[in-house]
Structure formats: structure tokens, C-alpha cells
């Protein structure tokens, strides 16, 4: 069974920084594109961040290009995603998805997904 | 960046009905087109991808048409557990990848 568990989440100033992490388990995560999705509470899904398998390939939106890193370490089975420079409109609920299909650059669509992990910006 | 319109916002529907959500494209995507279903506190899961192609598990009731710009989810016969939240999502040629704001499906 694919498992997805995010942790990181936290309170946390504007300007400041956290880190989350993504667990994986169940599939074999070193072939498989990952990403993050983000949700603000009350509003739709945005996606945030993709990585290829040997994440040499990395991907974000454009709110975000500059001041969060997405990597993986494929020996933990483990994504993170780097928030630096966080900013009120970053406050949102944190998703990683795995992709539907292990091939690169991956397809896009996302298969399964963690539970969700909180990040609040405000001071 | 491609937009991606869902239509209504909100559906109201009675048990048993049928429920026709849509989804527009700001430019054509061809068939780069997945649907999610989120409950309440969920995540979200995938439902539909190619357009309409079911998922593991996604039961028959559950279908989706639709090429280039305009899209559709029909949910054929509405049970209880199919009143959520339903977002489309556009992957063409990534990134970067947009969702749809959502069509909140409420019991009638």
C-alpha cells in the first residue's frame, strides 16, 4: 500500500523558513517524479513544486521560484520541500502527491497523496 | 499559463441523478485532462485521467468526456458518498500544471 506522510508544518514568521518532509513507503520511490500541492484553507488546489527520480530535473510556480527548493533523498525515501522567504499567501495546507506513472518527466496527474501537513505564515 | 474554468460552483442534486460538471480550458490541452474528487478534511484522489480514463478502484458511475477546450464529469447515479468537492486539472505540456477552482457537488 502506497503511504504518503508528510511532517514540517508550523507557525512561522514572514521571512522566515521551515521544511517539510514527505515519507514515502509502498512503491519504489527513487522512479517516480514527485511533487507538492498546496491548499489555503477554504480555496482550491494549487500545484507547487515537481522533482524528477534523481531529482536533477525540479519544477515550481511562479509564487514560489526563488524562495522555496524542492529535493529528495532517494536513499530515505523521503521528498522535502525548502520554504525560505515565507510570505502570508504561503499559509496553506501542504500536500505531496506522488505520479501516476514512474516514468520521466512523469505525467502529471498525481495517484495518491499524503494527508496533508498545516503551514501558517503570520506574525 | 493555461486558466481552467469549472462551471457551476456549486450543483445541487438529488440522490439517484445524475450530476454533469464542466471544465473549460483557456487553450486546448487535447485530452491532458485529470479529475479529483476531495471530501471534506481529505485529501484529494484522482478520479479521471486522459480525460476518460477511470483509475484504480473509480467506480462505472463515474465518467468523463470531453477534448481541446471543453470537458465534462458525469457521476451517473449520485449516492451519498459522492457529494464533495470536484477539481479538474489541465497537464499539458507541464509545467506548469493548473487546477480548476472546483464544483462543490451538494445534496438537493
Known amino acids: 500500500e502506497v503511504q504518503l506522510l508528510e511532517s514540517g508544518g508550523a507557525l512561522a514568521q514572514p521571512g522566515g523558513s521551515l521544511r517539510l518532509s514527505c515519507a514515502a513507503s509502498?512503491?519504489?520511490?527513487?522512479?517516480?517524479?514527485m511533487h507538492w500541492v498546496r491548499q489555503a484553507q477554504g480555496k482550491g488546489l494549487e500545484w507547487v513544486s515537481s522533482?524528477?527520480?534523481?531529482?536533477?530535473?525540479?519544477y515550481y510556480v511562479d509564487s514560489v521560484k526563488g524562495r522555496f527548493t524542492v529535493s529528495r533523498d532517494n536513499s530515505k525515501n523521503t521528498l522535502y520541500l525548502q520554504m525560505d522567504s515565507l510570505r502570508a499567501e504561503d499559509t496553506a495546507v501542504y500536500y505531496c502527491?506522488?505520479?501516476?506513472?514512474?516514468?520521466?518527466?512523469?505525467?502529471?496527474?498525481?495517484?495518491?497523496w499524503g494527508q496533508g501537513t498545516v503551514v501558517t505564515v503570520s506574525s | 499559463e493555461i486558466v481552467m474554468t469549472q462551471s457551476p460552483a456549486t450543483l445541487s442534486v438529488s440522490p439517484g441523478e445524475r450530476a454533469t460538471l464542466s471544465c473549460r480550458a483557456s487553450q486546448s490541452i487535447g485530452s491532458k485532462l485529470a479529475w479529483y474528487q476531495q471530501k471534506r478534511g481529505q485529501a484529494p484522489r484522482l478520479l479521471i485521467f486522459?480525460?476518460?480514463t477511470r483509475a484504480t478502484g473509480v467506480p462505472a458511475r463515474f465518467s468523463g468526456s470531453g477534448s481541446g477546450t471543453e470537458f465534462t464529469l458525469t457521476i451517473s447515479s449520485l449516492r451519498s458518498e459522492d457529494f464533495a468537492v470536484y477539481y479538474c486539472q489541465q497537464y499539458n505540456n507541464w509545467p506548469p500544471i493548473t487546477f480548476g477552482q472546483g464544483t462543490r457537488l451538494d445534496i438537493k
Open positions: 502527491a506522488k505520479d501516476r506513472v514512474p516514468v520521466v518527466p512523469g505525467t502529471g496527474t498525481f495517484d495518491n
Open positions: 486522459g480525460a476518460s
Open positions: 522533482i524528477s527520480d534523481t531529482g536533477l530535473s525540479r
Open positions: 509502498g512503491f519504489r520511490f527513487s522512479t517516480n517524479v
